[in-house]
């Protein structure tokens, strides 16, 4: 697995990731949302620069330019719901793509502990294709991991991109010793060195789907 970190490099992202951690900048869900958002076209423009592309023939009013297009259209897959946000600014770049949506949540015990749950999957053939998977928290790396072998149900994929925002360090460890796939590239805008017992992200920034879109229930 090739890991590839965006953030700490003096780069617009890095003003983001400060907006999406900012105690009062949260209170905004809608800034939430575009920065959220902003990020995911951020992901989508590095990851391109890794897919295939082929000079065509584009007629101008002038004349004929060659110009290098796209090959192949990747497919979009996000585990609902916090991923609808960063989902909708990867579709904004690659606006042709096919998507997949994994429904995945936290089941707990009595004791307080959880274990990650695989509920539902629409998706179209994955295989042969370029998928990239998105999640803006990479935190214990369980969700990214069932997300990652959902994906197979559709087919093989020829490479996939894994996506997140913030994860800790246990979880990208997690991540590499789970996946060990040559095909594989994780991207990730920052590394925090802690988890709570709860699995949240040290200083991390929260519960990135409550923010975006409301509290919730969980489940019990």
């Not at 090739?2 to 700490?8: A, D, M, V």
């Not at 997949?100 to 294709?129: D, H, Q, V, W």
């Not at 559709?154 to 060990?180: Q, R």
Request: some cysteine.
């Amino acid at each position: 697995m090739n890991i590839k970190t965006l953030g700490n490099n003096h780069s617009i992202l890095d003003q983001y990731l400060a907006e999406i951690r900012d105690i009062n900048i949260q209170t905004d869900p809608l800034r939430f949302r575009d920065n959220l958002n902003r990020i995911g076209e951020l992901f989508a423009y590095e990851i391109s620069k890794e897919m295939e592309f082929e000079v065509q023939d584009v007629q101008t009013p002038l004349g004929v330019a060659k110009v290098p297009k796209l090959k192949n259209q990747p497919v979009l897959a996000t585990i609902l719901r916090a991923g609808l946000a960063m989902h909708n600014g990867l579709l904004r770049v690659f606006d042709r793509a096919e998507n997949c949506f994994i429904s995945a949540f936290r089941k707990y015990t009595e004791s307080g502990k959880f274990e990650i749950e695989f509920e539902y999957m629409a998706s179209p053939s994955l295989n042969n294709k370029v998928v990239i998977l998105s999640d803006p928290m990479l935190a214990s790396g369980k969700s990214m991991e069932i997300g990652y072998e959902a994906l197979f149900s559709k087919g093989k994929p020829a490479h996939i991109h894994l996506v997140a925002i913030i994860a800790s360090e246990e979880g990208v460890n997690y991540v590499k010793e789970k996946i060990k796939a040559d095909n594989v590239t994780l991207w990730l805008g920052a590394v925090d060195p802690e988890m709570t017992p709860k699995s949240y992200i040290v200083p991390g920034l929260g519960d990135a789907g409550d923010l975006a879109f409301g509290e919730k229930i969980d489940s019990k």
